[in-house]
């Protein structure tokens, strides 16, 4: 029987890791994309074709799932894996986030948060405790901490006292996580460091985490309008604040590019809706750049979207064919950019995950930023 929780490290270099996190449902490679399974699907994807991408693990997302369908409807009706339809490792984020970014009707106290439905104005309240139930009911196999994730451009002391709040609700968070019985002997629980470009803050945040004990860090409060520059910045010292034999994760990143620059600053997990969202609106995501389908001068091109890509949408569609899909508006345009999005994703990180173990990072990272940056 696989472990509850258990993260190897293979190789390293630099500062980028490679490993595997092997839990009930399954093995984990690291660095690890996870596509974002916001209402118990990937958008425009079913789940055995996300598999098939090269997906170990889905996020879901605690916020929308408790509104709608509920999670006591989830519970009923078996726990998330078995509504969706995927059986490998779920991880629920804590909907801290969504009720601070959607919804303007909330009232943050000590208890928790109180907030108005976007979907119908009805009330509610979270709560670390009441997080911690929710991702129960849903049956999540990495449980996040509820935390208060406070806009970037705050002064360092409202950023501080946010901090030190989620530092006490992390530590709440453990304690109704540890009361599940069952569903807690069988999942893990990561804590969310906060404190948004400030080193020092951030390390007192790290020292906190560390001292109550998790399953793996999380980095939280980057990827939220500071920039590339600015989070890569954090991410020089971030990462290394946290216990080196534990899975980081950077919440909500990112980019392509941002993937490759927080892997050699030392982050192993990332999620994001960015290759499916682009997938929607029509933009591609190849080795050399993104790509705007929409363009008139893909009308004819018999060429597939990326001639290294290894997606069943590259041996299948022409770009001139999904310009068109696309044009018209047609929902096979946005299901085949999804896939072929999720597919590159995957074959990015499985070319990390390579270089790594070779230890040849550095010249991964400077190719890829070569082709990718690179106008065609």
């Not at 270099?13 to 990937?42: C, H, N, S, Y």
């Not at 990072?361 to 400077?366: I, N, V």
């Amino acid at each position: 029987m696989n472990p509850r929780f258990q993260f190897s490290i293979h190789a390293t270099d630099g500062k980028a890791r490679t490993g595997t996190i092997q839990m009930r449902r399954g093995e984990i490679r690291t660095p690890a994309f996870m596509p974002v399974g916001t209402a118990a699907t990937v958008k425009a994807m079913k789940p055995q074709d996300v598999r098939a991408t090269g997906a170990d693990i889905l996020l879901g997302n605690t916020y929308h799932l408790m509104l709608r369908p509920g999670a006591e409807r989830v519970a009923r009706l078996g726990g998330l894996h078995k509504f969706m339809n995927w059986d490998r490792p779920i991880l629920t984020d804590s909907g801290g986030y969504q009720v601070m970014s959607l919804s303007e009707l909330r009232k943050i106290t000590e208890e928790g948060v109180t907030f108005a439905s976007h979907i119908d104005g009805s009330r509610h309240m979270l709560s670390p405790e009441r997080s911690m139930e929710i991702q129960r009911l849903l049956g999540s196999d990495i449980v996040m901490c509820f935390d208060e994730c406070p806009k970037i451009d705050q002064p360092r002391d409202v950023i501080a006292r946010s901090m030190e709040m989620s530092m006490r609700w992390a530590k709440r968070s453990r304690a109704a996580f540890d009361a599940g019985g069952e569903h807690a002997a069988n999942s893990a629980l990561f804590g969310i460091q906060q404190g948004a470009l400030d080193e020092s803050l951030r390390k007192t945040s790290a020292d906190a985490l560390t001292e109550i004990g998790f399953d793996g860090y999380a980095i939280g409060g980057l990827a939220v309008g500071e920039g590339q520059e600015a989070m890569f910045a954090t991410l020089e010292f971030a990462p290394g604040q946290l216990p080196a034999d534990r899975p980081r994760y950077l919440m909500g990143v990112g980019k392509p590019d941002d993937l490759v620059g927080a892997v050699e600053r030392g982050v192993d997990m990332f999620d994001c809706v960015l290759p499916t969202r682009s997938g929607r609106n029509g933009q591609a995501f190849t080795w050399n750049g993104p790509l705007n389908m929409r363009n008139a001068r893909h009308a004819e091109d018999t060429g597939p979207i990326d001639e290294r890509c290894k997606c069943p949408t590259c041996g299948t569609y022409t770009r001139a064919y999904l310009h068109h899909l696309i044009k018209a508006g047609e929902m096979l345009g946005a299901m085949l950019l999804t896939e072929h999005n999720l597919s590159f994703y995957q074959q990015l990180m499985q070319g990390m995950r390579d270089a790594i173990a070779e230890q040849r990072f550095s010249t991964f990272a400077a190719d890829f930023r070569r082709d990718y940056f690179r106008k065609e």
